[in-house]
């Protein structure tokens, strides 16, 4: 059974804002899903709808078996961390954390040791007596992150938690994160508008559009099984070529590739690590740019009608400015009125 049942939840705010549209998901125990989309894309409302923060108009929220959907946050079996972190600047490190067992009525013996022991987890061991205005904003996260941990939610909830870091900061508590989640088993929603961050931590990605589901599955069935085109451009690099399906053959200019669908229009769709480059002049396609990144060369190209192509090699300085190639997609997706159609099946 799943720990977290959303079903068929929508939010329309005053004014007529459809901020999320006929929602439903399935979280099973210790899962962590990332919610992943573009800003505006109802990821927050759903967060704040699961914690309680927001009332759906329509559906139902569950929570291990209960129905949850009207109660308050308090009342809900889940710990949210927003984007802002709200700590109290007057409270040391300790005291913020302490608090929610305070309101518990724990006794002191037992808060003292449960604040230790998630001090400890969030790498935090002996900063109790800090105050957070003295804090990084690292450290004011992880703070915020144990603040939630200590009161043992049944399902975590995180709201781009990390936005405000910098790079460096952000890849290093995300996989804290994961590691903590995982020694804990905790089930997570994790709110992230960042591909990296999804691809990186999520059991599961849904990629929300316009408050509904694009797509939900395994981080790499949506990057190599993308459904629509949204989540094809959306997740990682993709090319995109507009052509026709004719007799069995997609055709774009001089560009021809075998495409067992019917006759129309169609979408080609190919990463760039997928796109191989030969020589020949004129070609289908030519070099506008090469960038050497030391690991890979990125090969920027432009088709007769402009389109614009990307193509990953592994020795960049076999290619110049100006020099006509020869498109050898390897693997791609094609897709029509908005559905993929095809998708070749090896990814050499
Ligand atoms: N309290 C609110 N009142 C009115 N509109 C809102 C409110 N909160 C969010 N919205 C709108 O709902 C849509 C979804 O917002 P949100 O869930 O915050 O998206 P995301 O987190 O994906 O950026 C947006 O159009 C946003 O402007
Ligand atoms: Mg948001």
């Known amino acids: ?15 007529g804002t459809v901020a999320v549209d006929d929602f439903s998901l399935d979280v099973a125990a210790g899962e962590l899903v990332c919610l992943l989309g573009p800003s505006g894309s109802g990821k927050s409302t759903v967060l704040r709808m699961i914690g309680g923060f927001e009332r759906p108009t329509a559906g139902f929220v569950s929570i291990d078996g209960e129905e949850v959907t009207h109660l308050p946050p308090n009342r809900r079996p889940t710990g949210m961390v927003f984007q802002s972190h709200a700590l109290w600047s007057h409270m040391n490190v300790f005291r913020n954390i302490a608090f929610g067992l305070r309101l518990r009525g724990l006794p002191a013996g037992e808060i003292k040791d449960r604040v230790e022991a998630v001090l400890e987890l969030v790498g935090l061991a002996g900063y109790g007596r800090r105050m957070t205005n003295q804090l990084s904003g690292g450290q004011q996260q992880r703070v915020a992150l144990a603040r939630s941990l200590v009161l043992e939610p049944k399902i975590l909830l995180l709201d781009e938690p990390f936005a405000s ?15 903590i989640q995982q020694r804990l088993k905790i089930t997570t929603l994790f709110v992230t508008h960042g591909q990296d961050e999804a691809l990186s931590m999520a059991d599961r990605i849904v990629v929300m559009r316009n408050g509904r589901t694009e797509q939900a599955d395994r981080p790499e069935v949506v990057y190599r099984d993308p459904q629509t085109p949204f989540v094809a451009g959306f997740i990682g690099t993709m090319n995109f070529v507009e052509g026709v399906v004719d007799k069995g053959r997609f055709v774009h200019d001089s560009l021809s590739v075998p495409l067992p669908v019917a006759d129309g229009k169609a979408t080609l769709a190919v990463r760039p690590e997928a796109l191989n480059l030969v020589a020949s002049e004129p070609g289908q396609a030519r070099v506008n740019r090469v960038t050497d990144f030391g690991t890979h060369g990125l090969v920027d190209l432009v088709l007769a009608d402009g389109t614009r192509l990307k193509s990953m090699v592994p020795e960049p300085d076999r290619f110049r400015e100006g020099q006509g190639v020869d498109l050898l997609p390897r693997a791609f997706a094609a897709f029509r009125d908005d559905r993929q159609l095809y998708r070749t099946s090896a990814h050499a």
Do not use: Y
């Open 1 to 15: 059974m799943s720990l977290l049942n959303i079903q068929g939840v929508s939010k329309t705010f005053p004014g």
């Open 165 to 179: 870091l910098d790079q460096h900061l952000r890849e290093r508590l995300r996989e804290e994160v994961r590691d």
